[in-house]
């Protein structure tokens, strides 16, 4: 038993803030990408697409029912076996691939029921006075879907943030990653664990304050 | 002119009504009366295809359409030409009362957003609820929010107005208000369809009403003969239970 080393975890914290950018980078992409995905996703389970309805609960289905660590190692270490010009798939964009297509059918399920909770009757309104079913998506129903599925969808932004320190069993140096290997020379790793639990807390917290403003502004239309 | 001929509607096996014939000129105001589900208001919602028809053809000023081929231009031509006043407001939520007013003007009339704005503000004022303008629908009481919806029927510059029941939502206290603005649209003219248990309205401004029962038109007539002499049994049965409930109030 030894007393904490101040000094070493004072040293470590700007070495791992240089990691920080492409933590969020990586999460900022995944959730990019997942919206777009999981948006389309949402449209195909609500309207019924013949044949892609089917083809979207299979792909939710499975992207929910398997660990994502399973999944990363399935597209960076046994897709590239199969399909052969997978072979240079980098870490990041694999890991970026694995956020996107698990964190998609999560999000497609609050998106999908955001959409159903608008009340039935204000779409009939604007087919009422002439809309079309576009102009009724864009202008009435997704602002407020995106209301109501926004606190939910920050909850998974900030998950996707700390699952990107799986990031790190695909090889890549990013926040943990680098940590690791900090650990490894120093032997110092409650210090050097601990350093990087908090740099993931306080990120996370900054990013609850932000949902708690995004949800008041979002929501002012809605106060008696 | 509004014309309606031999319209049908069948939800599965379970006809509602079939060969309804009806028509209103220019300024005219009908108030379709009748027990409950009669099919008064999926008439009225037939009428801009929020119900599609399975039978009959519709006229609504110099559109002429064939409900069982329809294509998706005749139905939005339609709907442009009709506009709806819902049972339970239905305003948009995420928009000011301003905004639901100006909504259809500026999707669908393509109209500048500031003429739209200012023509919005005009239409506030003759509902009374110029100081309203820039209020949420949830921050507003039923008979304001009914208002609001008068007024986004009001903006489509419609042939007709179709109201679906719009004070049986209400509490007490707001139904005046809404009838009065009703009211003052007969005076100013606008052609109107209405639905409604209000038979004191009916009676007041109606230039015609219609009784429906079990999905058939029994008989139509001004107010004061259909209220005094109605021809049809079934007429006299059913204003002899709802007059005296309501005289009594």
Same mark, same amino acid.
């Not at chain 1, 399935?74 to 964009?93: A, D, E, R």
């Not at chain 1, 002439?130 to 864009?138: A, E, F, K």
């Not at chain 1, 990120?203 to 990013?207: G, H, T």
């Given at each position: 038993?030894?007393?904490?080393?101040?000094?070493?975890?004072?040293?470590?914290?700007?070495i791992?803030?240089?990691?920080?950018?492409?933590?969020?980078?990586?999460? &900022?992409?995944?959730m990019?990408?997942?919206?777009?995905?999981?948006?389309?996703? $949402?449209?195909?389970? +609500?309207?019924?697409?013949?044949g892609?309805?089917?083809? &979207?609960?299979?792909?939710?289905?499975?992207? =929910?029912?398997?660990?994502?660590?399973?999944q990363?190692?399935?597209?960076?270490?046994?897709?590239?076996? +199969?399909?052969?010009?997978?072979?240079?798939?980098?870490?990041?964009?694999?890991?970026?691939?694995?956020? %996107?297509?698990?964190?998609? !059918?999560?999000?497609?399920?609050?998106?999908? !029921?955001?959409? +159903?909770?608008?009340d039935?009757?204000? %779409? #009939?309104?604007?087919?009422?006075i002439?809309?079309?079913?576009?102009?009724?998506?864009?202008r009435?129903?997704?602002?407020?879907?995106? =209301?109501?599925?926004?606190?939910?969808?920050?909850?998974?932004?900030?998950?996707?943030?700390?699952? %990107?320190?799986?990031?790190?069993?695909?090889?890549?140096?990013?926040m943990?990653? $680098?940590?690791?290997?900090?650990?490894?020379?120093?032997?110092?790793?409650? #210090?050097?664990?601990?350093?990087?639990?908090?740099?993931?807390?306080i990120?996370?917290? &900054?990013?609850s304050?932000?949902?708690?403003?995004?949800?008041?502004?979002?929501?002012?239309?809605?106060?008696? | 002119?509004?014309?309606?001929?031999?319209?049908?509607k069948?939800?599965?096996?379970?006809?509602?009504?079939?060969?309804?014939?009806?028509?209103?000129?220019r300024?005219e105001?009908?108030?379709?009366?009748?027990?409950?589900?009669?099919?008064?208001?999926?008439?009225?919602?037939?009428?801009n295809?929020?119900?599609?028809?399975?039978?009959?053809?519709?006229?609504?000023?110099?559109?002429?359409?064939?409900?069982?081929?329809?294509?998706?231009?005749?139905?939005?031509?339609?709907?442009?030409?009709?506009?709806?006043?819902?049972?339970?407001?239905?305003?948009?939520?995420?928009?000011?009362?301003?905004?639901?007013?100006?909504?259809?003007?500026?999707?669908?009339?393509?109209?500048?957003?500031?003429?739209?704005?200012?023509?919005?503000?005009?239409?506030?004022?003759?509902i009374?609820? *110029?100081?309203?303008?820039?209020?949420?629908? *949830?921050?507003?009481?039923?008979?304001?929010?009914?208002?609001?919806?008068?007024?986004r029927?009001?903006?489509?510059?419609?042939e007709?107005?179709?109201?679906?029941?719009?004070?049986?939502?209400?509490d007490?206290?707001?139904?005046?208000?809404?009838?009065?603005?009703?009211?003052?649209?007969?005076?100013?003219?606008?052609?109107?369809?209405?639905?409604?248990?209000?038979?004191?309205?009916?009676r007041?401004?109606?230039?015609?009403?219609?009784?429906?029962?079990?999905?058939?038109?029994?008989?139509?007539?001004?107010?004061?003969?259909?209220?005094?002499?109605?021809k049809?049994?079934?007429?006299?049965?059913?204003?002899?239970?709802?007059?005296?409930?309501?005289?009594?109030?």
């Open positions: 038993m030894h007393g904490l080393d101040l000094d070493y975890m004072a040293a470590l914290v700007p791992l803030l240089r990691y920080l950018p492409l933590t969020l980078e990586m999460a &900022a992409a995944g990019l990408c997942a919206l777009v995905l999981a948006c389309l996703l $949402a449209v195909i389970r +609500v309207t019924r697409v013949p892609l309805n089917a083809f &979207a609960l299979l792909f939710i289905s499975f992207f =929910r029912g398997t660990p994502l660590l399973v990363l190692f399935l597209f960076y270490y046994g897709l590239p076996q +199969v399909l052969t010009f997978l072979v240079s798939i980098n870490g990041i964009t694999a890991t970026i691939l694995g956020l %996107t297509l698990h964190f998609s !059918a999560y999000m497609a399920e609050s998106i999908r !029921a955001a959409i +159903v909770g608008i039935r009757s204000q %779409t #009939e309104a604007a087919l009422s002439g809309m079309t079913q576009s102009q009724l998506m864009r009435i129903v997704l602002p407020q879907a995106t =209301r109501v599925a926004t606190p939910t969808l920050m909850n998974y932004f900030i998950d996707m943030i700390k699952s %990107t320190s799986l990031a790190f069993t695909l090889g890549v140096t990013e943990m990653g $680098a940590t690791q290997k900090e650990a490894a020379s120093s032997f110092l790793y409650f #210090e050097a664990f601990l350093v990087v639990a908090v740099i993931y807390w990120v996370v917290e &900054a990013l304050w932000l949902q708690k403003w995004l949800e008041n502004r979002l929501n002012r239309a809605y106060q008696r | 002119m509004i014309e309606l001929k031999g319209i049908g069948r939800f599965g096996a379970h006809s509602v009504f079939e060969g309804i014939d009806l028509s209103l000129e300024g105001i009908i108030v379709i009366v009748g027990p409950s589900g009669t099919g008064k208001s999926t008439l009225l919602r037939c009428i295809f929020l119900e599609t028809p399975d039978a009959g053809s519709l006229t609504v000023g110099d559109l002429t359409v064939d409900t069982t081929r329809a294509t998706r231009e005749q139905i939005l031509a339609l709907r442009r030409r009709t506009a709806f006043v819902f049972q339970n407001y239905a305003l948009f939520a995420n928009k000011t009362a301003l905004e639901n007013i100006a909504e259809g003007m500026i999707v669908v009339d393509h109209m500048p957003k500031r003429e739209a704005h200012s023509r919005a503000r005009e239409i506030l004022e003759r009374g609820l *110029a100081d309203k303008a820039d209020a949420y629908p *949830a921050s507003l009481s039923g008979g304001q929010q009914q208002r609001v919806g008068i007024g029927a009001m903006a489509a510059n419609a007709v107005i179709l109201f679906d029941e719009p004070t049986s939502a209400l007490p206290q707001w139904v005046e208000e809404v009838l009065g603005l009703m009211k003052q649209l007969a005076a100013e003219h606008q052609t109107m369809i209405v639905v409604t248990h209000e038979m004191q309205f009916a007041e401004v109606a230039d015609r009403v219609v009784y429906m029962d079990q999905g058939r038109i029994i008989e139509q007539a001004p107010p004061s003969e259909l209220f005094t002499a109605p049809d049994e079934r007429t006299r049965q059913f204003l002899r239970k709802i007059l005296p409930a309501q005289e009594g109030v």
